[in-house]
């Protein structure tokens, strides 16, 4: 009797520690969480998009932006799986955000929010909430950064954004 309790004990510690469900909405047991600590992750990602208290969480986790820094996003998707996506001019989501922008200037396409926009367009996503560590711009490729992301979204899709003292702001895919 107690080598199976011990046995069905080791099987639930084991199904807790691999249980992806730990980590979600960046609440983790290995990422510093004031949510964490208090049990009080969102359980969806339509709450995380109404919690004002996660994304100030979420953004304190981020380094602060200083002038020439780059932007640091962090997106979470329908399993509330979070991605951290980082301004500039290199990787995946850059070429795949230059692709879908159909504007004589690509600039745009280095900001987080086209990043994050063309992230979910090529993962099939529909919804997702983006928590910035910096104000979306409304100047670049002449359009700024929330228009260039609904333009790459696909009709139907949303993406919610939080940054410092901003949001929730929600941008609609038009592509």
Known sequence: MRKALLTIAAIVVIIW?????????GCGSDQASAHA??????SSLEGAAEDAEWAADRIASMP???D??????LLYDSDGIETRITSGESGAAYEAAKGY???PSK???GHVEAKAAATMRDAGETYAVLVL????????SGVGCLRASAMILP???TMVLWWPNGGPTTVRGRA
Do not use: H
Request: contains cysteine; aromatic residues 8%.
């Open 68 to 73: 020439g820094d780059p932007t640091t996003g």
């Open 17 to 25: 520690w691999l249980s992806p469900g730990s980590a979600r909405f």
């Open 107 to 109: 600039q745009v396409a």
């Open 64 to 66: 602060v932006r200083g």
């Open 37 to 42: 600590a208090a049990g009080s992750c969102p």
């Open 101 to 103: 922008i159909s504007l």
């Open 133 to 140: 560590n910096n104000q979306p711009c409304t100047w670049a």
């Open 155 to 157: 009709s139907g899709s």
